[in-house]
């Protein structure tokens, strides 16, 4: 899109960016969302969990490019990510160095962030109840709100936002675009990170045996986390009927993924993003009639 289409160019007023997450598997959303700011394209909406919707910030403060070189840089960085994080505070991921110290490394525009009219949300699953809970900007500091949504089952401590105790939101709402249309959000792109055809597997007897056991004092939260896999494989199915009815476009990698939760691999991180960019690019026609006012 030339400068002169890209300044005149209205999005639909119930535009919405739903985004999934997926640890550095994000490093494809990122790579959309840098297309998307590249081209013009600024939802009024954005929603979405874990490490997608910590992704997005970026995305909303204006700053293309800002989580590539996070990685760039920080990727295989124990303070990032390390098992001794795991020991030593309770999640491999260090949430503190990732939400509360990069942000001076590589800074972040909070002021932008702040005067942004997008209407951001955080997803996160509240432990005592096992549901999705969404917190818009002034429910909570960014910092906890994306600590919250992205703390993992299992593997990472609970989060503590206003006395309440909270994990990753892709327990409960893996995939937010319901959430969007029920704030009246109808006209969806949703960015997915895992290959079309990909399904959840049950896990079995002895991890549900774990969960339970790990879980005792939250039996709401562990029969969540059991049945994650059935709570995302419906999402997806759900998202296809809406797809076909032509009320979302959906956005996924093109190319076999090399990248899992936790890899630190530069290069295949870097594919990746590249992988979104292009995607991205790909459908900005499409998605320019799709979301035209």
Known sequence: ???????????????????????????????????????????????????????????????????????????????????????????????????????????????????????????ATDCATGRAVFFDKDDAPLAEALIASASLPMVGRMARVKGRLYLDGGIAAPIPFRQAAADGFSRRVVVLTRNRGFRKRAPGSAVRAAIRWKYRRFPALADAVARQHETYNRALDELAAEEAAGRVRVIRPSHPLAVGRYSQNREELERLYQNGLADAAARLDELRGFLSA
């Open 1 to 123: 899109m030339s400068p002169a289409v890209a300044a005149g160019y209205r999005m639909r007023p119930d535009a919405a960016l739903v985004l999934e997450g997926g640890g550095m598997r994000g490093q494809y959303a990122s790579g959309v969302m840098d297309g998307f700011l590249q081209a013009g394209l600024r939802f009024p909406y954005v929603i979405g969990v874990s490490a997608g919707i910590s992704n997005a910030a970026s995305y909303v403060a204006g700053q293309a490019g800002r989580n590539r070189e996070i990685f760039t840089r920080f990727a295989g960085d124990r303070r990032y990510f390390s098992w001794r994080n795991w020991l030593r505070g309770g999640n491999p991921f260090g949430m503190d160095f990732i939400y509360r110290e990069l942000p001076d490394h590589i800074p972040f525009d909070f002021e932008a962030f702040a005067a942004s009219p997008v209407r951001f949300r955080v997803g």
